[in-house]
C-alpha cells in the first residue's frame, strides 16, 4: 500500500487478543502506532471505533477501524499480502485447516480463561480438566499437521497458528506462577511445549511478550477479583 | 469422482443450511447424506473427530468441518456468485457480524432458550438488545445483510428467519416483533422469499415438534 498509510493499534499491554495482531503487523513489518487503552477509563476513540463491543483490540487503518483480533488478522492478510509473510497458507483447504485450528486455539484459550473464575474448588478441577482435554486435542491435531517431529519454527515462514499458539500458551510461566498449577506440561504435551519455547525466543515475540512480574500481578489480581475477560 | 462434494448434514441444523445454501446459491452440485445423530456414521467420525458434528463438507475426498470455516472454503474454490464483499474492508466488516451473531446470538439464544424459568423475561430483553444492534447497525436501510443481494451474514443470521418461531412458541415469549424490529421483520420475509432459499427451508412444523420433543426431555439443562 501506499507511503501514506496509518495504521493504529488500540489495545491492552496484557490482552492476548492485542498481542496476536501486535505480532502479525510486526511479523509483516507494517509500522505502526500503538495506543495503550486503560479498560477502565475508555477512551472516546475506543468506544467510537468500536461502540458494539467496546474491546480492544482495535486497529484504525487509514482511519477505517477493524475488531476482533481474528477478523484484524485476515484483513492484515489480505490488505498488505506481499509485505513479507502469508500469514495464511495460499491453497485453500490448506487456508481451512489453518482456521479451523485457529478457532480450536481460541476455544482453549476461553478454557484457560475460566481457571481465573474463583468461585469454588470444583469449578477449579473442572475448568482444568477441560483445558488438559482441549490441550490433548490440540496437540494431536498438531502432529498430523506437521508431520515432522515438532513444528519448525522460522522466523521467516510464522503464520497464523504460530501467533495463535505464541499469543495463548507463551506466557504459561506466568499463568502457572499466578494460579499455582502447571497449565503447559512438557510430559503431556511435547509438541505444543517445544513449539512454544521456541516460539519465546523469536526476538519479534520478546518484543511483545509481557513483562513476567507485572503479568503475574495482574493474572492474580484478575483471579482474587474474579474479573471476567 | 476426483471433484466431487458431499454435504454430512443434520435436517434440523442451522449450521447445514447456511452450507446448503452456499452450495446451491453457487450451483455447485453436491451430494447430501443426512446423519443420526443420535447413531453417527463411520465416516463422520473420521472426518471430524474433534467435534463429532454436522455439517461436514467433503470435497475431493478431503473433509472440512465448523460451518464458518467451510463457508470461506466454498467461496474460496467456487468465487462466482461471490457471498462476501471483495474489498478487505468491506470483508472485515461482513465478518465482524458473522463473529457477533456466532458469539454473542449464540449466548443470547442458550439463556432465552435453555436457561431456567425465572430469568426468562431477562434473557427476552437481552435477546432484543442484541436484535436491535443487529437491526440498527448490521442492517440499516439494507434489504439484506449483504446489501442488495443476499450474501454470508445473512446466511449466519438466518437463525432468526426459520429456527426462532419455533423456539418463541415454545417458550411463550415473542421476540422478533414487527413494532419493536420493523426492518429485521422485513428482513426475515425478504430472506424467506428469495429465490433457491424459498425452494430449501426447513419446515416450520417438523421444527416446532423437533424442538418441543427436545426440550420435553429436559427437565434442567445446565447452561
Known amino acids: 500500500m501506499g507511503e501514506e498509510d496509518t495504521v493504529i493499534l488500540h489495545g491492552m499491554w496484557a490482552s492476548t487478543y492485542v498481542k496476536r495482531v501486535e505480532l502479525a503487523l510486526k511479523i509483516k513489518g507494517i509500522p505502526f502506532e500503538y495506543v495503550e487503552e486503560d479498560l477502565s477509563n475508555k477512551s472516546a476513540l475506543l468506544l467510537k471505533y468500536n461502540p458494539v463491543q467496546r474491546k480492544v483490540p482495535v486497529l484504525v487503518h487509514n482511519g477505517k477501524p477493524i475488531c476482533e483480533s481474528l477478523v484484524i488478522l485476515e484483513y492484515i492478510d489480505e490488505t498488505w499480502p506481499s509485505h513479507g509473510l502469508q500469514l495464511l497458507p495460499k491453497d485453500p483447504y490448506e487456508r481451512a485447516r489453518v482456521r479451523f485450528w485457529a478457532a480450536y486455539i481460541q476455544q482453549l484459550l476461553e478454557s484457560m480463561a475460566k481457571l481465573f473464575n474463583p468461585d469454588h474448588k470444583e469449578a477449579q478441577e473442572k475448568a482444568l480438566e477441560e483445558m488438559y482435554e482441549k490441550q490433548r486435542i490440540l496437540e494431536e491435531g498438531m502432529r498430523e499437521f506437521f508431520p515432522e517431529e515438532s513444528p519448525n519454527v522460522h522466523p521467516e515462514k510464522l503464520g497464523i497458528l504460530d501467533i495463535m499458539i505464541v499469543s495463548t500458551l507463551g506466557a504459561f510461566r506466568a499463568q502457572e506462577e499466578a494460579l499455582g498449577v502447571k497449565t503447559l506440561d512438557p510430559e503431556k504435551n511435547p509438541l505444543l511445549f517445544s513449539w512454544v519455547e521456541a516460539l519465546i525466543q523469536l526476538p519479534v515475540v520478546k518484543e511483545i511478550i509481557p513483562p513476567f512480574e507485572k503479568l503475574v500481578s495482574l493474572l492474580q489480581f484478575i483471579k482474587q477479583n474474579g474479573i471476567k475477560f | ?223
Open chain 2, 1 to 223: 469422482m476426483d471433484n466431487e462434494v458431499k454435504l454430512h448434514g443434520f435436517w434440523p441444523s442451522p449450521f447445514v443450511y447456511r452450507v446448503i445454501w452456499a452450495l446451491k446459491l453457487k450451483g455447485i452440485e453436491y451430494d447430501y447424506i443426512e446423519e443420526d445423530l443420535a447413531n453417527k456414521s463411520e465416516l463422520l467420525l473420521r472426518y471430524n473427530p474433534v467435534y463429532k458434528k454436522v455439517p461436514v463438507l467433503v470435497h475431493a475426498g478431503k473433509p472440512i468441518s465448523e460451518s464458518l470455516v467451510i463457508l470461506e472454503y466454498i467461496e474460496e474454490v467456487w468465487p462466482h456468485s461471490p457471498l462476501l464483499p471483495k474489498d478487505p474492508y468491506e470483508r472485515s466488516v461482513a465478518r465482524f457480524w458473522i463473529n457477533f451473531a456466532t458469539d454473542k446470538g449464540r449466548s443470547a439464544v442458550r439463556s432465552l432458550f435453555w436457561g431456567g424459568g425465572d430469568g426468562k423475561k431477562e434473557a427476552a430483553e437481552q435477546m432484543f438488545d442484541f436484535l436491535k444492534i443487529i437491526e440498527e447497525q448490521a442492517l440499516g436501510d439494507k434489504k439484506f445483510f449483504g446489501g442488495n443481494s443476499i450474501n454470508m451474514v445473512d446466511l449466519i443470521f438466518a437463525w432468526f428467519a426459520c429456527w426462532i418461531q419455533p423456539m418463541e412458541q415454545l417458550v411463550g415469549i415473542k421476540v422478533l416483533e414487527p413494532s419493536r424490529l420493523p426492518s429485521l421483520h422485513a428482513w426475515v420475509k425478504n430472506f424467506k422469499e428469495e429465490p433457491i432459499i424459498k425452494e430449501n427451508l426447513p419446515d416450520p412444523e417438523r421444527l416446532l415438534a423437533y424442538y418441543t420433543r427436545l426440550t420435553s426431555n429436559l427437565v434442567s439443562k445446565p447452561t
